[in-house]
């Protein structure tokens, strides 16, 4: 914790580019995934596929995909995001199919036999009846992102993991703590925070 106190604008810095590669990951991560579990849960055909390519890439090693990412696009920012994004679709896509898939059909019976269109059942019966699961998918993405932003202070992105590195590097406890903790205490933070939404998503 000693560095931690001598150098609060470091750590504080590294904690805000760290929230903006996770949060940019999350929404261009959902922004895919969204219409990936919408199709899934539509068609079974193209589910079998997608999901079988969304754990292939889940199950390559965090630092062996950063590494083949920043081969093709360099260090930075956004090959950093780009291994985050990946890495989420697999929890991301699959818990908005199976939100989809676990809408009641009473519930889009009924929307048909009031007259919506297909795309006004989805975005007015079973997206909004699905959004407890999808949230919970967000809850879990979120804070393994958490996680796997770290490795960004191995390839020029900033973030805390900067200072995990350093610290590895030179043997130097305090200032991997230094990283390490304030890491931990975002995950623990949004997992409660995405909890939250959830109760409140579920009584609603």
Known sequence: ????????????????????LVGTALVIGFAIALPLGISAA???????????????????PSLALLALIVVLFGLGFWPTVIALV??????????????????????????????MTSMQRLWRIELPLATPVIL??????????????????YVNAGGLGVLIFRGLDTQYTAQTL????????????????????ERRAVSW
Do not use: K
């Open 136 to 153: 919970g998918g967000l809850r879990i993405a979120v804070v393994a992102m958490i996680a796997l932003a770290t490795l960004g202070g």
């Open 178 to 197: 230094a990283g390490s903790i304030p890491a931990a205490l975002l995950a623990i933070a949004a997992d409660l925070f995405f909890r939250a939404i």
């Open 42 to 60: 539509r068609s079974p055909r193209f589910a079998t596929p997608m999901y079988g390519t969304l754990a292939a890439i889940y199950t390559i």
């Open 86 to 115: 990946a890495y989420a679709q697999f929890v991301l896509a699959r818990n908005v199919a199976a939100g989809v898939r676990g809408v009641p059909e009473s519930q889009t019976d009924a929307a048909r036999g009031l007259g």
């Open 1 to 20: 914790m000693s560095y931690l106190y001598a150098h609060p604008g470091e750590v504080a810095w590294l904690f805000l580019q760290h929230c903006a």
